[in-house]
C-alpha cells in the first residue's frame, strides 16, 4: 500500500510538471519583501541534518509572482539538496537589489556538473535522476522568462553549482 501510494504521489506530480510546463504562464504579481518571502520559501523543502542552509538576504521589495518564484526557489533547493554527496554540505540563498533588479542566488557546495549536461540542462525531457523526468528546470526558466528576468547556471564538477536569478524589481 505504501508504494503503491508513493507511486501515485509520483504519477501526480509527473502530471502537475507537464500541465504546469504547458500552460500559459499568465503571471499574478504582487509586491513582496524578499525576506519574508525567502524565509516562507525555504522550510517547503525538507532537509536531513547534515545539510545545512545559510542565507544572506538585504531587505527590499520585489514585483513578481509568488507562486510562481516558490515554485522556481523550491526546485533549485530541492536539486541542490538532491545533489549532496552522503556526507551532505551547505546550500546558500541570498538575495540583494541590483540597480533596478533584484538577484537571487541559490549556491550550493555538492557534486556540481558536467558541462555536458550543463549545455542541456534547460531542456524538456533531459534528467540525470532516476525518479525525473526532466521538466523542474525548463519549468523554472520558463516563470524566470514570464517575469522578464534571466537565469543563469554555474558549475564545477565536486565542487558546487550556483543558480542565478535576475529580475526586475518593477
Known amino acids: 500500500v ?5 507511486e501515485v504521489l ?3 506530480k509527473i502530471i502537475t510538471d507537464l500541465l504546469d510546463y504547458s500552460r500559459t504562464k499568465r503571471l499574478n504579481k504582487l509586491s513582496v519583501d524578499i ?16 545539510i545545512s542552509l545559510k542565507t544572506d538576504i538585504e531587505k527590499f521589495d520585489v ?4 507562486d510562481k518564484i516558490t515554485q522556481v526557489l523550491i526546485n533549485l533547493i530541492t536539486n541542490a ?3 549532496m554527496p552522503p556526507e551532505g554540505g551547505e546550500i546558500n540563498v541570498s538575495a540583494k537589489k541590483l540597480g533596478e533588479s533584484c538577484q537571487i542566488i541559490v549556491k550550493d557546495n555538492a557534486c556540481g556538473m558536467s558541462e555536458e549536461t550543463l549545455s542541456h540542462l534547460f531542456e524538456p525531457l533531459f534528467t540525470t535522476k532516476l525518479k525525473g ?6 519549468i523554472v526558466k520558463e516563470i524566470i522568462d514570464a517575469h522578464n528576468g534571466k537565469i543563469t547556471v554555474t558549475s564545477i564538477k565536486n565542487i558546487g553549482t550556483t543558480f542565478k ?6
Open 81 to 83: 539538496r538532491d545533489a
Open 35 to 50: 525576506v519574508s518571502f525567502i524565509n516562507k520559501v525555504i522550510p517547503a523543502v525538507p532537509l536531513p541534518k547534515n
Open 165 to 170: 536569478i535576475e529580475l526586475p524589481l518593477q
Open 63 to 66: 514585483l513578481m509572482d509568488p
Open 133 to 138: 523526468i526532466g521538466l523542474g528546470l525548463p
Open 10 to 12: 509520483r504519477a501526480n
Open 2 to 6: 505504501n508504494m503503491l501510494s508513493s
